[in-house]
Nanobody, 120 residues
């Protein structure tokens, strides 16, 4: 499965951005889609994930600011990021995995990273 991500960019603190990610083939009901990010000098971290049934999970640092959604008919997942702060600056990656596997599994599919920079 190939994942094509779009979005990202430069935004001032307090601003908003939206990421989208499209899968090249049908996503199965036992798949989980999500977004990770990696800031310079830091490990990649899970930002948000969503099951095919719509169950969501967020990192504590973004739970009240970011919203993940998915369209199973279009095989897409989106991440709406509001109230962005400089600490949100990172490369963001969309991913797709089987529910029974971890994100670190070799079977996880990743899209290309997109840069988000929050700066005044």
């Amino acid at each position: 499965v190939q994942l094509q991500a779009s979005g990202g960019g430069l935004v001032q603190p307090g601003g908003s951005l939206r990421h989208s990610c499209a899968a090249s083939q049908i996503i199965f009901s036992n798949d989980v889609m999500g977004w990770h990010r990696q800031a310079p000098g830091k490990q990649r971290e899970l930002v948000a994930q969503i099951t095919s049934g719509g169950t969501t999970d967020y990192a504590d640092s973004v739970a009240d600011r970011f919203t993940i959604s998915r369209d199973n008919r279009k095989n897409t997942v989106s991440l709406q990021m509001d109230s962005l702060q400089p600490e949100d600056t990172a490369v963001y990656y969309c991913g797709l995995k089987r529910r029974s596997r971890s994100w670190s599994s070799p079977s996880t599919n990743w899209g290309q990273g997109t840069q988000v920079t929050v700066s005044s």
